[in-house]
Structures are given as C-alpha cells and as structure tokens.
Nanobody
Framework: QVQLVESGGGLVQAGGSLRLSCAAS????????MGWYRQAAGSQRELVAA???????NYADPVKDRFIISRDNAKDTVYLQMNSLKPEDTAVYYC??????????????????WGQGTQVTVSS
C-alpha cells in the first residue's frame, strides 16, 4: 500500500500564505505525477496543480501566478506554496500520486493514491 501524508493546512487571513506538504511512502516508488486537488463544501473535487517526474507543471486558472507546486523526488514529496490566498481558496486539499511500486527490483504494480486531506480556511 502506498500512503500519502499531508501537512500544512490551517486558517489564514486573505492575502496570506500557506505551504502544504505531502510525503509518499510504501516501498520503492517510481512516481510519475504528483498533484494537489481541492474540494470546497458542496462542490466537486478539482485539480489545483500537478507536477510530472521531469518537473513539468500545470495549474488551474484560478491559482495561476499565486500557487507554486514543486517536488523532491529523493524524498517522494510534493509541496504547494500558496500565496495571496483568497476566501474562495477555502477547501479541503488532497494530495494525489500515481506511479509504480517495486520490491527488490520486482514490479509489484501501479498505484493511484490519495492523501487524507487537509483543511485550508481563508478568512476575509
């Protein structure tokens, strides 16, 4: 099983910043894409940002120029730096990772795992 553990959520005033982290564990992993999604109350889960193993990134339009996604491949960790936060950024933020899992060089299979979610609340 691949586990994703998120941290860094909380309450912040509009215009403030937060940094989310998500670490993957569960053996030898080859992670292709890592991303952040969010789900506001009464809304569907939506992509916020994603980063490939090679460092290519894509962002949802509402967060472009405010959020920065990055990853540390050696630590199997992805980060989301959120700046100039707005009340409409309030949501539960989920980490996602997709890739392959190995044990002693043998491919065990593919994975598509989610974190437990971390609450981000932006007050006006």
């Amino acid at each position: 099983q691949v586990q994703l553990v998120e941290s860094g959520g909380g309450l912040v005033q509009a215009g403030g910043s937060l940094r989310l982290s998500c670490a993957a564990s569960g053996g030898t992993l080859s992670i292709n894409t890592m991303g952040w999604y969010r789900q506001a109350a009464g809304s569907q889960r939506e992509l916020v940002a994603a980063v490939s193993s090679g460092g290519s990134t894509n962002y949802a339009d509402p967060v472009k120029d405010r959020f920065i996604i990055s990853r540390d491949n050696a630590k199997d960790t992805v980060y989301l730096q959120m700046n100039s936060l707005k009340p409409e950024d309030t949501a539960v933020y989920y980490c996602n990772a997709q890739g392959r899992r190995y044990y002693r060089g043998v491919l065990l299979g593919n994975f598509d795992s989610w974190g437990q979610g971390t609450q981000v609340t932006v007050s006006s």
